[in-house]
């Protein structure tokens, strides 16, 4: 059962707030194992309670825990770009082939299509329909509009700011390029 893991992790983050952004992820328990294991690492203990109390008296071990804390984050970065990279890589390789990616042309259809019936059925229905049905298809429309703007950024790139902070990620990390 993960759940331990996860409680146990959750209670060092007073030391390092963004261990609740590495738990909230996909592989929360993966995360939250590979948290325990450097705290219990750094001081030599495994009652978490002691983990907790040598943080709080020696300054040391917590900045070598919080170090460790940027290190999984790092790693964490690296596995995303890494993944974004291959995939539009994959993607530049079909193309090159002359093959079509026809998994990500029915996605961006399927999502396109979806947004317009949506705003169609608003616009010319919505005088009939009560309030809530108004409310549950803005909501799917959203979603199919959220669709369409990760297709786009998967396809043109991504926005700037988050362009610089890939930038940056690489060259802290001693890469060229993402």
């Known amino acids: 059962m993960t759940l331990p893991f996860i409680a146990a992790a959750l209670s060092l983050a007073e030391f390092a707030p963004s261990i609740i952004r ?5 592989k929360k328990a993966d995360s939250a194992q590979e948290i325990l294991n450097r705290a219990k690492k750094i001081t030599q203990t495994d009652d978490l ?56 042309d029915i ?17 010319y ?13 803005s909501t799917i429309a959203g979603i199919f509009g959220s669709c369409l703007k990760d297709a786009y ?4 790139g991504s926005s700037r700011g988050s362009k610089e902070k890939d930038s940056t990620v690489a060259v802290l990390l001693g890469k060229d390029r993402y």
């Open 49 to 104: 309670s002691s983990i907790s109390q040598i943080f709080r008296e020696n300054p040391q071990m917590l900045m070598d825990f919080q170090h460790s804390i940027l290190e999984i984050e790092k790693e964490c970065e690296l596995a995303y770009l890494e993944d974004r990279k291959d995939a539009r890589e994959r993607d530049a390789h079909f193309i090159k082939l002359g093959h079509r990616n026809y998994r990500g």
């Open 107 to 123: 996605m961006v259809v399927s999502a396109a299509l979806g947004l317009i019936s949506c705003l169609f059925t608003l616009t």
């Open 22 to 26: 590495l738990i909230s992820g996909d």
């Open 125 to 137: 229905f919505a005088h009939n329909l009560p309030g809530e049905t108004v409310g549950i298809l």
């Open 153 to 156: 950024a998967f396809e043109f």
